[in-house]
T-cell receptor
Framework: GQNIDQPTEMTATEGAIVQINCTYQ??????LFWYQQHAGEAPTFLSY????GLEEKGRFSSFLSRSKGYSYLLLKELQMKDSASYLC???????????FGSGTRLSIRP | GAVVSQHPSRVICKSGTSVKIECRSL??????MFWYRQFPKKSLMLMAT?????????EQGVEKDKFLINHASLTLSTLTVTSAHPEDSSFYIC???????????????FGPGTRLTVL
């Protein structure tokens, strides 16, 4: 089986920085995705990490530690449009299936 | 980026009827597609893996006779919800894996989703 844990809700201020953590336990790990999902829409790809370390892409960065089963998504210079759910998802190498965490609903206040 | 479409985007049907949802990869071939279901304020739950030319692989707890999946070509998978009931009302999302290896090996591209409401 697999367990993917992330906080249910977070609140942050416009212009600030927020870090969303994700811990996982799974067999056959083959990478971790972060997706953004606005209400009523399909998820959109943010990042993919398969090696340890930090991947930076504009205002968003994602970090992975395979030995610790831990990842985080870092959002800088927050904008109101960043209010959304952020989904941590693990790829199981045995079948290339993506298993999603429960998601973190991020609210940005002015 | 790669484009995946779903049709219809919204459907309302009466209890007991069957509903077919199509998932198409528009600019790449997908040997594997995935079907997810999402209830309000919940995350995506993988229902089944659809493989072109072979039977779908269902996740534990998903009734294969109720959720029929057909992956007839490299660009089309269909999900049919048979004898739908109100508890089947949900947001159904498909994703497709690029056979050509565009981007990372396991990058999947999501369709826009289909909102099913069963009265």
């Amino acid at each position: 089986g697999q367990n993917i844990d992330q906080p249910t809700e977070m609140t942050a201020t416009e212009g600030a920085i927020v870090q969303i953590n994700c811990t996982y336990q799974t067999s056959g790990f083959n990478g971790l995705f972060w997706y953004q999902q606005h209400a009523g829409e399909a998820p959109t790809f943010l990042s993919y990490n398969v090696l340890d370390g930090l991947e930076e892409k504009g205002r968003f960065s994602s970090f992975l530690s395979r030995s610790k089963g831990y990842s985080y998504l870092l959002l800088k210079e927050l904008q109101m449009k960043d209010s959304a759910s952020y989904l941590c998802a693990v790829v199981k190498s045995s079948a290339s299936k993506i298993i999603f965490g429960s998601g973190t609903r991020l609210s940005i206040r002015p | 980026g790669a484009v995946v479409s779903q049709h219809p985007s919204r459907v309302i049907c009466k209890s007991g009827t069957s509903v077919k949802i199509e998932c198409r990869s528009l600019d790449f071939q997908a040997t594997t597609m995935f079907w997810y279901r999402q209830f309000p304020k919940k995350s995506l739950m993988l229902m089944a893996t659809s493989n072109e030319g072979s039977k779908a692989t269902y996740e534990q707890g998903v009734e294969k006779d109720k959720f029929l999946i057909n992956h007839a070509s490299l660009t089309l998978s269909t999900l049919t919800v048979t004898s739908a009931h109100p508890e089947d009302s949900s947001f159904y999302i498909c994703s497709a894996r690029d056979r050509g290896g565009r981007g990372s090996t396991d990058t999947q591209y999501f369709g826009p989703g289909t909102r099913l409401t069963v009265l």
